[in-house]
Structures are given as structure tokens and as C-alpha cells.
């Protein structure tokens, strides 16, 4: 296991100088386009950063106990070089493991309070740890999704957003599939009294918060949907006044715009086309608006039809009560990390 120099208990997933750092994954992609086209993205090396991002990794422990323990498993090396390793080309990457509510703990009829309480006391013994001993006054990105944004969402709220202090150190905070809520048609509220919604590219000290579908979420959904499904992981049960949050993180309004996905090729092929490259992208296949109907908000990600488009895309693989949740990180991949580093030039 990975420990802190300065520190008996955390042990990170991932950290600056580690060596295997899932988070320092290679980061070339290839663009293939509607006709199949392939094309090398030009590649950023990551530079020495003056940013730390916080990662929280979502639900994939495959133990069989309620709680995972915190021994490092290809699970969560999958998890964070899916998802936070491009971010190491805007910031340092941390993410300390935590005892999460497992696969089986979150679909077991005994799951209680006690199982996330734990899940949420290792998390924030790593974040106390990470401040106490390696922050050194860095400003912070914080990124998480699934049961990782609900933490967050629950740290934030709990911890940063009532300190002054912390919530300068805060440069933005990146929550997708958790269920930040929000009084209805406001930017602040509901799941924090003080940190709002990001509501321009380059502002500071906000949230960037959304779950994505191709369609309504139905009532029974997980997501979209405020104090019920992940919701309640992080305590929040309100639902009269409260919607869930949406923030497109391409346009930061109302307006439709082009998503800029990421995969792992590995995990996303095309058919005919040879791809050499750790990552690939597909520009112009889908875009992504907020809408809110029924009492659901969420990011609708829809296909850009194009005949003969040979290129794979997302489905709700898990049930329309899912939407398109394991793909909510990579399907703005590119459009996060270009977040990310406006805001960090906007604060410099």
C-alpha cells in the first residue's frame, strides 16, 4: 500500500511522484471522425502544475463486505485513469483510497447509514490528511463522480463551504452523477449555503455539477431527480422547491453545444479503424443541453445523425433508472479539462 510520508493512514491511489501513478497515465488520443478518419490529436504533456485536483472515484469495489477496504485493486486503477488522468495536464493529480460502499453493499437490502457514514469518515480522513500535510496553500480542483460526488457534495457542504478560508482555496469543484441540489431556478442553496453554480468558463470558487441521459429520466430515477436515489448518500432527502443542478460544461447556459468526449480505446473501438493510441475522441458525435421537465433536470446528450457513422455510442447499459451514469465523466472529458484550465488562468 501507498502512505503518506507524513502520514500512518492514507494510502493514495493516486499522488504526485508516485511511481504507476494511475493518474499519470499517457494521455495521446486520436480524433476519428463521422467517416471514419482517424487523426492524432496533438498530445499535452502535463507541465508542473501550481493546482491540485482531489479526486473521488465512484462505486467499483467488488468486495464482498459492506465497506471496501483500503487496499488498491484494478477496479480503482481503471476508475482514475479513466476519468482524472487527463486532468494531469491542468493540475497534480490526489486521490486517496477510501472504504466505499461496495457493488454489493449498495444493492444489498441491509445497506444503512452506518456503511455510507464510514465511506464518508475514510474520505475525509484522507482530505484532512492531504490539507494537514501536502496542500501547502494550493488551490483546488475537486472532481467526483457517482458515490465519490456524493461524498464530495457531502465534504463540500459539511466542511469547505462553511469555512471562508477553504472556499478560497476552492477553485472549482467538479460533481457529475451526485445530485447537488439547488432551490429550484436558483444558483445557490439546497446542497451548499454559499458555494453557487458555475455560471461562466472561467469563474472561480463554483460548482460544475450534471448527470446525463438520452431521455426523460423516469420518476424511479437514480439521478435528475432531487432527494431520492444518490441523493441520499449524501443526505439529501428534500424534494418540494429543490431540483437537481444541471451546468452544461461546454456552454455554461441554456444552449446546445457539441460535447468533447474521451475514452480509453481500449474500451471503446471502432469498426476498420486501427487506433494506436491510449485514448480516442469523437468530435462532433454528440451534443449536450440542460433540460428540466417533470420534475427531473439532467444533461441530454444526444447522437449527431450522420449516415454510415461507424463510430460506437453510449446506451443506458444499466436501465433507463441509470441514464447514461458510467459514462458521465468521459462523455465532456475534453470539454472538463478545458474547464479546468480557464479557470485556473483566470485565477492566476
Same mark, same amino acid.
Given at each position: 500500500m501507498r502512505k503518506s510520508a507524513a502520514s500512518s493512514h492514507t494510502v493514495w491511489l493516486c499522488r504526485p511522484g508516485l511511481s504507476n501513478d494511475p493518474c499519470s497515465y499517457p494521455q495521446s488520443a486520436t480524433a476519428i471522425s463521422a467517416t471514419g478518419a482517424a487523426t492524432a490529436v496533438p498530445t499535452v504533456q502535463p507541465a508542473a502544475s501550481k493546482f491540485d485536483c482531489f479526486y473521488v472515484y465512484p462505486t467499483v469495489s467488488t468486495e464482498k463486505t459492506k465497506n471496501a477496504d483500503l487496499k488498491i485493486q484494478p477496479a480503482e486503477i481503471a476508475a482514475a485513469v479513466a476519468q482524472a488522468s487527463r486532468f494531469s495536464q491542468v493540475c497534480r493529480v490526489w486521490a486517496p483510497m477510501y472504504r466505499q460502499v461496495t457493488v454489493a453493499g449498495l444493492f444489498s437490502a441491509g445497506q444503512t447509514l452506518t456503511a455510507n457514514n464510514e465511506a464518508y469518515d475514510s474520505l475525509l480522513s484522507g482530505w484532512k490528511d492531504y490539507l494537514a500535510h501536502d496542500n501547502h496553500g494550493r488551490p483546488v480542483i475537486f472532481i467526483g463522480h457517482s458515490q465519490g460526488a456524493a461524498i464530495l457534495i457531502r465534504l463540500l457542504g459539511t466542511v469547505i463551504? &462553511? %469555512?471562508?478560508?477553504? &472556499?478560497?482555496?476552492?477553485? %472549482?469543484?467538479?460533481?457529475?452523477?451526485? *445530485?447537488?441540489?439547488?432551490? =429550484?431556478?436558483?444558483?445557490?442553496?439546497?446542497? @451548499?449555503?454559499?458555494?453557487?453554480?458555475?455560471?461562466?468558463? *472561467?469563474? *472561480?470558487?463554483?460548482?460544475?455539477?450534471y448527470s446525463t441521459f438520452g431521455t426523460t429520466p423516469p420518476a424511479t430515477s437514480f439521478f435528475g431527480r432531487p432527494g431520492q436515489g444518490v441523493s441520499l448518500q449524501w443526505g439529501g432527502i428534500a424534494k418540494a422547491g429543490q431540483q437537481?443542478?444541471?451546468?452544461?460544461?461546454? =456552454? @455554461?447556459?441554456?444552449?446546445?453545444?457539441? /460535447?468533447?468526449?474521451? @475514452? /480509453? =480505446?481500449?474500451?471503446?473501438?471502432?469498426?476498420?479503424?486501427?487506433?494506436s493510441t491510449p485514448w480516442v475522441t469523437y468530435p462532433g458525435l454528440y451534443t449536450g443541453t440542460c433540460v428540466s421537465n417533470g420534475g427531473a433536470t439532467w444533461l441530454q446528450v444526444s447522437r449527431v445523425p450522420a449516415a454510415g457513422d461507424p463510430r460506437p455510442t453510449v446506451t443506458a447499459s444499466l436501465g433507463l433508472n441509470w441514464g447514461y451514469h458510467l459514462d458521465d465523466v468521459n462523455l465532456a472529458l475534453g470539454d472538463l479539462v478545458h474547464d479546468v484550465a480557464m479557470e485556473e488562468a483566470a485565477r492566476r
Open positions: 463551504d &462553511r %469555512s471562508p478560508t477553504l &472556499r478560497k482555496l476552492m477553485v %472549482s469543484a467538479l460533481i457529475m452523477g451526485g *445530485n447537488v441540489q439547488v432551490p =429550484t431556478g436558483k444558483l445557490v442553496g439546497g446542497s @451548499f449555503a454559499h458555494i453557487p453554480l458555475c455560471s461562466k468558463v *472561467n469563474q *472561480n470558487g463554483c460548482v460544475i455539477a437537481v443542478a444541471c451546468v452544461n460544461p461546454v =456552454t @455554461f447556459s441554456g444552449a446546445s453545444a457539441a /460535447l468533447s468526449p474521451y @475514452f /480509453l =480505446t481500449a474500451t471503446s473501438k471502432v469498426p476498420g479503424v486501427i487506433v
